[in-house]
């Protein structure tokens, strides 16, 4: 299983591994390390460290990763490879198929940046020419998280339309993060949890938040959790300290007690235009039912039906986004019904036992070819 870094695939994959473990399968994960590669070896997975720069557009830097996995294949000659992320695919898929490996897994778990553009560009018509090489065969598998991804595959033939999986996002285990109503406190929390890059809408909801402060500082804190990014595009750590003053904007940085903080908040927001696959924080936050507010993009509108557990709002709209936030600060009965409904989406969609038995499955039809 080839990730950017090991502590996606602790927040992300492990799940699937683990199973897979149990299955029989024995499973090698590919990643940087992040200093939590003992935590991977702890619960009885290898792990190979992977030379990569998950946000480097340097050609000398992936052509490495590239013949590093080159060299890997032939090594280890894997059944199956699994590979999670546009830029695993890109080098990963080539690898593989130069290399003869059997069996090909790609997880699309969004396609980021780079394909948020309206027009394509070279690069974007290039990558795809490399995918479609790789990936236009028998015994490549993809798996996607939202319907435009596979529709953009599918169109630009990139893929055999045999081999097409489909999960609502990589699942959440429902029994760790079970219901919870949200706390009776005279604060009301507004949670946003992901990298502090500005495609992610961490600007947009600190301008809503600063458009709120006169009506509600002092009754309601805009809770931001995540750690700062090597993307070029990336907030600065500079430009957050200017907006938050740790007492109506917090700035958390990255957190590993995210299903704490979610318990203790109220209302989760999420103005992404970023082109997610479906967003992990939005998932877990229906688990434990609290209502989400988020844009009506890619990835992010699969998470939400508007006006049953949440509300979707137009992207880069800071004045729509404090239209919602303020019928749902005023109301709440209307956070209860709502957040009861987020529970209910999270166990008819994003349960770990659903995407982990459909990897399951693509597995098991590869090593039948």
């Not at 907030?235 to 300290?241: A, H």
């Not at 989406?345 to 038995?357: G, L, R």
Request: net charge positive; glycine share 8%; aromatic share 8%.
């Amino acid at each position: 299983m080839v990730v950017n870094e090991d502590r996606f695939f602790l927040s992300h994959r492990k799940d699937i591994a683990l199973y897979a473990q149990k299955r029989g399968y024995e499973v090698t994960l590919v990643a940087k390390n992040t200093g939590r590669r003992n935590e991977v070896e702890a619960l009885g997975l290898k792990m190979i460290e992977l030379p990569i720069n998950p946000t480097g557009e340097n050609i000398k830097e992936e052509l490495k990763t590239f013949r590093f996995l080159m060299r890997l294949y032939r090594q280890e000659r894997p059944d199956i490879v699994h590979h999670v992320g546009l830029k695993n695919i890109l080098w990963g898929s080539l690898a593989a198929r130069l290399t003869g490996v059997h069996g090909v897994v790609n997880a699309v778990s969004g396609l980021g940046i780079l394909f948020s553009q309206e027009k394509q560009t070279v690069m974007q018509k290039a990558i795809l020419s490399v995918i479609r090489f790789s990936c236009h065969r028998k015994n490549v598998a993809t798996i996607f998280q939202n319907e435009e991804d596979r529709t953009l595959f599918l169109e630009k033939n990139i893929i055999r339309k045999g081999n097409v999986y489909y999960t609502r996002g990589s699942g959440v285990d429902l029994k760790e993060y079970s219901y919870m109503p949200e706390p009776e406190t005279d604060m009301l929390q507004i949670i946003f949890t992901a990298r502090m890059v500005a495609e992610k809408g961490v600007k947009v909801l600190i301008e809503a938040a600063e458009k709120l402060k006169d009506r509600y500082n002092g009754k309601v804190r805009f809770v931001l959790c995540g750690g700062l990014s090597s993307n070029p595009l990336a907030i600065q750590e500079s430009y957050l300290k200017e907006h938050c003053d740790g007492k109506y904007i917090c700035w958390l940085g990255h957190r590993s007690d995210i299903k704490e903080l979610l318990e203790q908040s109220h209302i989760m927001c999420f103005p992404s235009y970023y082109r997610e696959g479906v967003p992990k924080s939005l998932i877990e936050a229906a688990a434990i039912g609290r209502l989400i507010v988020t844009t009506d993009s890619i990835g992010c509108k699969d998470t939400v039906i508007d006006g049953y557990n949440g509300f979707l709002v137009p992207v880069k709209d800071s004045n729509a986004l404090v239209e919602k936030l303020t019928l749902l600060i005023e109301d709440g009965t209307l956070r209860h019904t709502m957040g009861i409904n987020s529970r209910k989406m999270a166990e008819k969609y994003f349960s770990i036992d659903t995407v982990i038995a459909e990897h399951m499955k693509v597995y098991e039809n590869l090593l039948k070819d």
